[in-house]
């Protein structure tokens, strides 16, 4: 069935360092993914976001990674700071007959930055 | 502009009672998506609605209905409460049902 997950569940790092969260999906099909930020008490926020056309996409800090060959997608964040400790979810868009589509979300990574 | 408002912020509710919840989608957004989102996970859809009209389900039980109303907010409601039913319900709104979904900060339902 479909499914988007992620290797880690936590992700520790030290104030300035990189980041790299990882992703997994099952749905070859998928042509559209996105990065969610969600800290505490609020709800997903977007960070970044990737069609199946292309390989990297960059933001302000952040870097998106898609592997189709092995339907792997990877966040890459730049010298991550405290106010980048959220959990962060990788999701899939999926369109069906109708017109609509539905987000299909991973389980989130926690990531903790610490000084 | 104010962003997807949601109410209320937190609900406390017995098994077997009705619940519903309400979402206020960003001026302008025709189309409203809810999901759920148990402690821990990631969140699960529930329904997307456009133009008053359901546009599609997720695998939830019949328990679970939903409405739009003519000035796009929307109601979940969800009957004979279940303990599992605990979660963090967020309703997303967008300008169209393939636009991107901006969320809101959620309505947290404890069921007793």
């Known amino acids: 069935g479909e499914s988007v997950g992620l290797h880690l569940p936590t992700l520790s790092v030290q104030e300035g360092d990189n980041s790299i969260i990882n992703c997994a999906y099952s749905?070859?099909?998928?042509?559209?993914f996105i990065w969610y930020k969600q800290e505490s008490g609020k709800g997903p926020q977007f960070i970044i976001d990737?069609?199946?056309?292309?390989d990297k996409r960059q933001g302000q800090r952040v870097t998106v990674l898609l592997n189709k060959t092995v339907k792997h997608l990877s966040l890459q964040i730049a010298a991550t700071q405290p106010g980048d400790s959220a959990v962060y979810f990788c999701a899939e868009k999926t369109h069906f007959s109708g017109g609509y589509n539905k987000l299909i979300f991973g389980a989130g990574t926690r990531l903790a930055v610490h000084p | 502009d104010a962003g997807v408002t949601q109410s209320p912020t937190h609900l406390i509710k017995t098994r077997g009672q009705h619940v519903t919840l309400r979402c206020s989608p960003i001026s302008g957004h025709k189309s409203v998506s809810w999901y759920q989102q148990v402690l821990g996970q990631g969140p699960q859809f529930i329904f997307q609605y456009y133009e008053k009209e359901e546009r599609g389900r997720g695998n939830f039980p019949d328990r679970f209905s939903a409405r739009q109303f003519p000035n796009y907010s929307s109601e979940l409601n969800v009957n004979a409460l279940l303990l599992g039913d605990s979660a963090l319900y967020l309703c997303?709104?967008?300008?169209?049902?393939?636009?991107?979904?901006?969320f809101g900060p959620g309505t947290r339902l404890t069921v007793l």
């Open positions: 990737i069609r199946s056309n292309m």
């Open positions: 997303a709104s967008s300008l169209g049902v393939g636009n991107e979904q901006f």
């Open positions: 749905n070859s099909a998928s042509d559209y």
